[in-house]
């Protein structure tokens, strides 16, 4: 089995400490750092801001993963480019223009991302996938971590793989929420490239060097 990037969601980091948080994940093997951006209204959370990203940015060498899970993305594209996010994900139901929006994170000179929550059809992306760098799958509801891996939505992932396969398309398929040692594999077989874990990384007792090697040795095995 091919194994996954990792990208740790820093939500499940200590706010107060971020920075070494970052450089924990880094040193640990980590490939890029998941951000999420959330703005109360999109969903039930508040989180991170540009200034937030930017500090991070300069905190760690790993790409920035930034995943804006707020109302109208669009007029958020080029402060979050400017902060210096990677990828900027937004959400196909929170956009009055999808394409339009895609095409602006991609003329800012960052990769194009495009998300939908577990209710929303897969259908509703499919057609996007040519303008995509990132296809992430919601596997929980956004807006708070440490949630149960939703199982409808390996289905998702299954759909989303296929369609870039027959289309010969190389954008990453990242898989967000609930992800664990225990459930990793099936979710790299069901096509995932990519993973977002947060609380299973920097929860973990033993810290994110012994995490990531449970996920790896799980992947492998």
Known sequence: MTEPKFAPSILSADFARLAEAALAVERAGADWIHVDVMDGHFVPNLTFGPKMVADLHRATRLP???????????DWVDR?????AAYLTIHVEASQDVPG????????GVRSGLTLNPETPVEAVLPHL???DLALVMSVHPGFGGQKLIESALGKVKAIRE??????????????GGIKPDNAARVVAAGATVLVAGSAIFEDPDGP?????????????
């Not at 979050?80 to 210096?84: D, F």
């Open 209 to 221: 060097v012994a995490a990531l090697r449970k996920f790896k040795a799980a992947i492998r095995s």
């Open 163 to 176: 369609s870039l396969d027959r289309r010969h398309l190389s954008a990453e398929l990242e898989v967000d």
């Open 64 to 74: 920035l993963d930034v995943h804006l899970m707020i109302e109208r993305p669009e």
């Open 80 to 84: 979050y480019a400017e902060a210096g």
């Open 101 to 108: 929006t895609l095409a602006a994170i991609r003329a800012r």
């Open 130 to 132: 040519g303008a995509l």
